[in-house]
């Protein structure tokens, strides 16, 4: 810490040199510690960088008797760090159940993206814990993705059914159009779309550039997705895009091999 510096909160919780540098080792005992309190500190400050209070560092920790002691202070348990995250979030990203029922207590689950957060980290059971407590599947982040896009785009199957069984929109796009389908089928994920599909995905979706879930597949050359989805609509081998080109013209170019072979027997 730079000489006359304020000694705020973060500095005592995270930066102190007696503490390790992981910024969760020696948290409770700065929370409850009486020189922190003697020194003015206050456990609503914010660290720099993150813009993470003591809150969000014992969420993310899964440090339920710290997160117990700053409730108890009155900490405010739905605060944002600069990239918008709430300790709930935090708690959801790093899969901590037991933090994420404690502040479920009191934090309001649609602030702060908890349930993408848990989505996009495959916690199916801190998913279907955020839903039973009323999170809401169609918020949206910065980027009009749902957590249902998350999930998908990451292959988590388990999440994708829990989602859209809380009353998820299946085929919710992002800014760019991208749907789950999509998403899922240009990584590959077969379990993922094979779900979608099943739950009334809507196999002919298209982005921004008018390119469906095949053209994705088609790219990427995600044989398997393709062969579902042509299974699920045929007609999909003649979709053209903005620029006219047909799936098999994007594999073409891409010399994906696999898929090309299986379009031109259409």
Known sequence: MVAGQPQ?????????DDYDVHPWVGLLDAVRGSDVA???ASPDARDVAYGMGALHWAAAAGDEPCL??????????DALSWAGLSPLACAARAGHAGAVRLLLADA?????????EAAGAGHTGIVEDLLRRRSDPGVRDNAAETALLRAARRGFVGVVE?????GADVDAANSAGVTPLIASSFFGHEAVVRALLTRGAN???VCARRRSALHYA???DQRPVAEALLVWASDLAQLADASGARPADLAAEADATSVLELLRRM
């Open 8 to 16: 705020t909160w973060t500095y005592w919780v995270v930066e102190k």
């Open 38 to 40: 003697a020194r003015g």
């Open 68 to 77: 117990a002691c700053l409730r108890e202070r009155a900490v405010d348990v």
């Open 108 to 116: 309001n689950p649609n602030v702060g993206l908890p349930l993408h």
């Open 162 to 166: 829990a989602l859209s069984t809380g």
């Open 203 to 205: 196999a002919r979706a």
């Open 218 to 220: 088609a790219l990427a």
